[in-house]
């Protein structure tokens, strides 16, 4: 085939797909990347983090971004790496337990968290107890507490933002039960971590626990995605860890490349993810994301109400930008929305519809979709 041919041939899939910008994709936690993404992605398309030494530039650009990421999260002092997204991520704070251990690691996790924590306990021998949630949705404290002063335990995870309400567990509290039996503290905060530093005071309710980083002395990493509320194109995850010592739980070693030890799962990695979220940072700055914070939670709440006044009712009042609409057989509706066009997900800690009020949703296609999905009721 001669270029022009591929390209035409290409075409004809991409228009196969959904677009962000049709505001039909209400299920997911990605949205069309900022702009700039595509000039920056052009200059660092063939970079590759997985041999540092020679993309010298990209390599000193994750360090800084790292650093900028840190100090989001009140930890100057922080290290980590711009992966493939949350499950990397996450798969390497357990792989820190497991190594600190150095045995089966025990791990308490709330029932709510993503499943690529059982991809890492399938991978890693892991043994996770399962704590169960409050009526809020948010890991029970007391269980945790009570369990890691009866049992052996090496890790707790905590969920800032959880993927099917956008709930934050008390890492507040968690905290204070890790530093209390020295056991190592995870935040998964791969969607939060982008939208609670940037949370306007209106939107903050009283009754929530909003601190969730390092400035909690047992917070020892935390999972935070640029390719979810960041704004970056996928790839982009991001992991950091309290301080440099840890990085010897994930070291391997790598005689032959430039840089002899390698931390992260993935070993060719792009370096346009780091490029990218370093451009999209500096460009928007904290005043840009809590703009785009405030459109996305007045949109929520915008949806909350549309919905209320065709009689369905919310699971809870929205956290962050994610609404669960109570539905008996989420599964059928979910179906038939597909079938009209609209693409929610669901979720499976209670019968709702779950929507995800991405930059990319606007209030315009609320609109249309809350009166489709009140026509499938009737
Ligand atoms: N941790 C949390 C709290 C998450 O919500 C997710 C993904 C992950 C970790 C894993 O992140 P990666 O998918 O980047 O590895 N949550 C979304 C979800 O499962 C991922 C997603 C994004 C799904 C876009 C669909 C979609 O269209 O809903």
């Known amino acids: 085939m001669d270029e022009k041919k591929v390209l035409e041939a290409l075409k004809e899939y991409r228009k196969i797909d959904l677009k962000y910008e049709d505001g039909r994709i209400l299920g997911s936690m990605c949205t069309k990347p900022h702009p700039i993404s595509k000039k ?25 971004v790292i650093g900028m990421i840190g100090e989001l999260l009140h930890n100057k002092n922080a290290f980590g790496y711009i992966i493939t997204g949350g499950t990397e991520a996450n798969l390497m704070a357990m792989r820190v337990i497991k190594n600190m251990k150095n045995r089966n690691a025990k791990i308490l996790i709330p029932e709510t968290a993503h499943f690529s924590f059982d991809k890492a306990e399938d ?9 169960p949630i409050t009526k809020d949705y948010t890991i029970d404290v007391d269980f945790v507490r009570d369990y890691v002063e009866d049992h052996k335990v090496d890790g707790i995870v905590g969920i800032a933002g959880s993927t099917e309400l956008g709930t934050i567990d008390n890492i507040e509290e968690l905290s204070k039960i890790a530093i209390d039996n020295d056991v190592y503290l995870h935040v998964d905060a791969a969607f939060g971590g982008f939208v609670i530093p940037f949370l306007d005071k209106k939107y903050k309710k009283k009754r929530i626990n ?21 704004l970056s194109p996928i790839p982009a995850g991001g992991i950091l860890f309290r301080n440099t010592p840890l990085k010897k739980y994930l070291d391997i070693e790598a005689p032959y490349l430039t840089e002899t030890q390698q931390a992260t799962i993935v070993g060719t990695r792009v370096g346009f993810g780091v490029a990218c979220t370093w451009g999209i940072m500096k460009l928007l700055g904290k005043d840009g994301y809590k703009k785009i914070v405030s459109e996305c939670m007045g949109n929520t709440i915008y949806l909350t109400k549309k919905a209320r006044e065709y009689g369905i009712e919310c699971v809870i009042d929205p956290i962050m930008n994610i609404v669960a609409l109570k539905d008996e057989n989420p599964n059928e509706t979910c179906l038939k929305l597909r079938e009209k066009g609209w693409y929610v997900s669901i979720c499976k800690c209670v019968n709702a519809l779950r929507i995800v009020v991405m930059p990319h949703v606007k209030k315009e296609h609320i609109d249309e979709f809350v009166e489709v999905l009140a026509s499938l009721r009737v």
């Not at 991978?123 to 704590?131: E, G, H, Q």
């Not at 969730?212 to 640029?226: A, H, Q, R």
């Open 40 to 64: 920056i992605v052009e200059m660092f398309l063939e970079t590759n983090l997985g041999d540092p030494g020679l993309f010298k530039g990209t390599k000193k650009l994750e360090e800084e």
């Open 123 to 131: 991978m890693m021998d892991l043994k996770f107890i399962k704590v």
């Open 210 to 230: 909003y601190n969730f980083d390092f400035s909690l002395e047992g917070v020892c990493s935390i999972t935070i995605d640029p390719h979810k509320m960041g």
